[in-house]
């Protein structure tokens, strides 16, 4: 498969301004919330001459918040301190005052891990990206921008992506040519969890926990799917949780009255405090993509675990059935 080399490009450019957002020592004092504005800033702290006379309160109120929001700043070269489980970075804003920012770990090096400011590169590659496509050509824009905490786009689709995703997404797209439609593909990807493994090469794609925190965050079936270059794989995990052990040694999954064996198979265990889990991970081919369909389709859809002893029906949640869904359509994206 092939890429216009504008597209890649356009990537590139991309990827690299946000790979350069690390390496400066100017800030904005980045906006927080409305509903937390009211708190102020929680990381700013007077500058005294002994640190441990400094006033880290000061200016956790809206008054405090009013008089640093959008004020740009400068990490000092001076003494970093550190005292306790703190870190304390001596920075000055434009208008002369000068501040400890505190950070809430040890032997941190970078004053950008406090969540009260953003570094000043980071800030303006979100900020110029605005009312852009997504890429060169693109129909799918940048229509707003979010400075706050997790900074992030909203797309001309109304989803919204933190910078990470956003750039991930643009990386798997630079691997392929039969992806068109931008909007189909973004909003597959709007709600995933997306890694990449750069001794591989690789993305893996994850629908986000908290889609199944009416599961105990421990969903029944779940895909997992794979991209390096051109090539997709899913992985269906099959799981069984509860506060006692089954030992399961194989399934069956009944949907559209059709019933699919999985035979013995060799799960995996683990356990916490008053819970256990145990899983199996395999592969879809043909005969686990044709249940899978099946599934989806089916409201009523059961498995039934077989332990040692004893087994255990659980129906197929309509959560779980949207997760596969979509990661059938994303598949079937990347065949058209």
């Known amino acids: 498969m092939k890429i216009a080399f504008a597209n890649l490009f356009f990537i590139f450019v991309n990827a690299t301004l946000l790979a350069n957002t690390c390496y400066s020592n100017e800030f904005k004092v980045r906006p927080i919330v409305e509903s937390s504005q009211k708190y102020g800033y929680s990381d700013f702290c007077t500058y005294q001459k002994n640190v441990k006379n400094t006033n880290c309160d000061k200016y956790k109120s809206q008054k405090g918040y009013d008089e640093l929001v959008g004020k740009n700043g400068v990490v000092l070269d001076e003494k970093i301190i550190q005292r306790g489980k703190y870190t304390y970075f001596p920075i000055q804003l434009e208008n002369g005052s000068k501040f400890y920012l505190q950070t809430y770990k040890n032997k941190t090096k970078t004053p950008f891990k406090s969540s009260d400011i953003i570094s000043i590169p980071r800030y303006n590659y979100v900020i110029n990206n605005l009312d852009k496509p997504v890429r060169e050509g693109s129909t799918l824009t940048i229509t707003d921008v979010n400075l706050t905490y997790r900074e992030g786009f909203t797309l001309s689709n109304n989803k919204t992506y933190s910078v990470e995703d956003y750039q991930l997404i643009l990386d798997i797209i630079s691997g392929l040519s039969g992806i068109n439609n931008d909007i189909a593909f973004f909003d597959l990807l709007s709600d995933k969890k997306i890694e990449k493994d750069k001794f591989e090469n690789r993305f893996k794609i994850n629908t986000s926990l908290y889609m199944f925190k009416e599961l105990n965050y421990r969903p029944t079936l779940s895909i997992t799917t794979l991209i390096k270059g051109s090539t997709i794989q ?45 899983w199996h991970t395999t592969a879809v081919e043909k005969p686990e993509l044709d249940l899978l369909k099946r599934v989806v389709s089916d409201p009523n859809a059961t498995i039934r675990f077989y332990g040692d002893d004893y087994y255990r029906d659980i129906v197929i949640s309509e959560i779980e059935r949207n997760e596969i869904k979509k990661a059938l359509d994303l598949v079937e994206l990347f065949s058209s």
Do not use: C, H, T
């Not at 006692?244 to 995996?268: H, M, P, Q, R, T």
């Open 234 to 278: 899913n992985l269906l995990k099959v799981q069984y949780s509860g506060r006692k052990w089954l030992f399961v040694d194989n399934y069956k999954i009944i949907a559209n009255d059709e019933v699919y064996e999985s035979g013995s198979k060799d799960f995996s265990r683990d356990n916490s405090s008053k819970a256990i889990w145990e």
